[in-house]
């Protein structure tokens, strides 16, 4: 059996497919795709008891440190391993090896597309922060800022960048590896056009955030979030779709799951369907989508999901609600 190329109709679980130079078949594919779910979704509901055991730290430098060793855990545990026990390294992630051609002819070069994708993460987040009366540290430096304009706390500074850093690598890892076996994993997923995906999901995504959104300011929500996060979700979206070249063609699934998984991932941080959580979870699930579309797209490319490392970092480095991970404390 031979690993089928881009655009071919898949025939059966059994047939082999690629990632990157290695050879994965369906099943273990699919099993990966189950696995880290799995442990995502659940993580945060095995944290929240054990924090209620005796003599385990909730507060202070230790329960932080606890809370972000565990968000990495949940996010990077599985992938890292299974990639590694399958043999196909950075490419489970949907990265590209830097050497080769990678430029698409009338397509902006790789850093430049990376850099745009940031550009509307990353005014949505410090306007967002400036509208809600931050200061002036808080509105560039982000998550950095407090620690630093509270006398350079040396502590709170570690803290914070290492809870930045984790949530960074932990999207990288969990979403392009769930977009890249989940592109492997289920051969009877119908073949689609990605950019028709990225349009279609891309559209329903932006007009789900747009209802439960509008339902939220009936509740109390902030009209000035919701709009600055809106506009960056359509932004991103749209960036998206112009770095994805025509002609490609994958399984319905590279975007599907991964988006099925995040919005699940956040209905069950925000208390599960029996707390109410559904309609919190949809409205963040929904503005998450962008980033999700954005790397399970951009990873069936010649560029790879390397190219969103910009838009991940902008995402996280101000408390955006764009995030794809519960455990960023967004201002949604």
């Known amino acids: 059996m031979r690993a089928r190329s881009t655009g071919s109709r898949r025939v059966a679980s059994a047939r082999l497919v690629a990632s990157g130079a290695v050879f994965i078949e369906a099943d273990d594919a699919k099993t990966d795709v189950i696995l880290a779910a799995a442990v995502a979704i659940i993580g945060p509901t095995v944290l929240a008891f054990v924090a209620r055991l005796p003599l385990v730290p909730r507060t202070g430098v230790l329960g932080a440190v606890i809370e972000v060793v565990w968000l990495g855990l949940v996010t990077m545990l599985v992938p890292l391993w299974l990639a590694r026990y399958r043999g196909d390294g950075a490419a489970a992630f949907g990265f590209r090896e830097a050497t080769g051609p990678i430029a698409v002819a009338g397509q902006p070069s790789t850093l430049r597309a990376g850099l745009l994708l940031a550009v509307p993460a990353a005014a949505a987040g410090a306007v967002t922060l400036w509208a809600l009366g931050a200061g002036p540290a808080t509105i560039v430096l982000g998550r950095l800022g407090p620690a630093i304009a509270n006398g350079a706390d040396v502590t709170s500074l570690v803290l914070a960048a290492l809870v930045l850093g984790v949530l960074v690598v932990g999207t990288l890892v969990l979403v392009g590896f769930l977009g890249v076996r989940s592109r492997d994993g289920f051969p009877r997923s119908p073949d689609t056009s990605l950019t028709e995906l990225v349009r279609t999901f891309g559209l329903g995504a932006v007009a789900v955030a747009l209802l439960t959104g509008l339902v ?117």
Do not use: Y
């Open 216 to 332: 939220r300011l009936a509740t109390g929500g902030s009209l000035i979030v919701l709009v600055l996060n809106l506009l960056a979700l359509i932004a991103v979206l749209l960036l998206t779709d112009r770095l994805v070249p025509g002609g490609i063609v994958v399984a319905r699934t590279t975007v599907v799951a991964p988006l099925i998984v995040i919005v699940v991932l956040h209905t069950f941080s925000a208390g599960g369907l029996l707390g109410g959580g559904l309609l919190l979870g949809l409205h963040r699930g929904a503005l998450a989508a962008g980033v999700v579309i954005a790397i399970t797209a951009l990873s069936a490319t010649r560029r790879g999901s390397g190219v969103t490392v910009p838009l991940v970092i902008a995402v996280h480095w101000w408390p955006t609600c764009l995030t794809p991970l519960p455990g960023a404390g967004s201002l949604c």
